[in-house]
């Protein structure tokens, strides 16, 4: 129990119980305003104890409540990761190393062209390497090209995503002779709402959630490593780097990541203007510190962002504005109009 006035600690007793607090509360008549949390035990107690009693709620739970609000509408607004222009050198190498080819899909497509009946110098040229170098790959063994280390959950999109393909060209091809919405809902079964999405010549068969990070080791370095890599540090020297930082992680964890990146950025961005792409997460994390103390998304790339989606740049100076608001000791009247 806190003197509101002074911040000074009145008493502690031992129970959250509506009874305990309420007979506590009891002892003291004069209480005309309590400020409390979100409890509705709390919020019983006051109102047995003094049901003339005003109550509040305290700063920190409405800006909590606030933030919490946001941060729900954030995900309803914007996908996972958010697509914009590169706005620095930085960003344009990791752009052009992220989109070039692994040394597996090479040897995929020297093959491919191999059997198109393309020449070794044709496919020297289209690939970018030496024409020794297609030969050696149009005609190696099957069994001979590097594996795709791909994890459970990212093979569970990649068939997601082909269903969901499979699905778009039946629709499509369903509408090309003439059938409407509703009759191709009646004979494929898919929801009238999905079929018109399906329909949209912006459709994106990636989820909107595909490519955000979880909380690991390298999410925190990400831009970092794709520049280093980029700029063709090796995976052994960025690792010495990084462990200079913190990290504690393995070169190999580090081979998977970048892995990762690069089918994230070809499965969203490929064949697309330039572009990098930015977390959410990195933006909701704005809800909680100032822009200055954000170190993840530089002011160019939240420009950017804030061009996409003008909202972002309103949720986040209504939160600032609040919290400007309750830590204001004069009275508040006039502001909140």
Known sequence: MVNAETNCIIDLIDSRDMKAVSKWLQQYPNIEIVIRDGSTTYKAAIT?????????NDRFHIVKNLVKAISKALQRLVRGR????????????????????????KIIEAKRLRNARKSYSEIAENLQISKTTAARYANMEDNKIP?????KREQEHIDAIEKIKIKVEKSKLLH???????????????????????????????????????????????????????????????V??????????????????????????????????????????WVNGLLYNPKEKARKITDDQLNEVFKKHPVLSDLL???????KILSDKTSNEHKLD
């Open 176 to 238: 090309e002779q003439g059938l409407s919405i509703t009759d191709i809902s009646k004979i494929t079964g898919y929801h009238s709402s999905s079929i018109r999405k399906y329909l949209s010549s912006d459709f994106n068969p990636v989820h909107g959630q595909y490519g955000v990070s979880r909380n690991g080791l390298l999410s925190p370095y990400r831009d970092e490593i794709l520049t280093l890599r980029a700029k063709g540090v090796t995976y052994n020297k960025i």
């Open 82 to 105: 958010i697509e914009i222009p590169l706005t620095s050198e930085d960003a344009k190498l990791r752009y052009l190393y992220l989109i070039q080819l692994t040394t597996r899909e």
């Open 317 to 323: 100076e209504i939160i600032a504005d609040f919290r």
């Open 147 to 151: 594996k795709e280390h791909i994890s």
């Open 48 to 56: 047995e104890a003094h049901p003339n009693a005003i109550q509040n």
């Open 240 to 281: 010495e780097e990084l462990r200079n930082e913190g990290y504690t992680g393995s070169v190999a964890a580090l081979r998977g990541f970048v892995a990762k990146e690069k089918r994230i950025t070809k499965d969203l961005i490929a064949n697309k203007e330039p572009s990098e792409l930015i977390d959410r997460r």
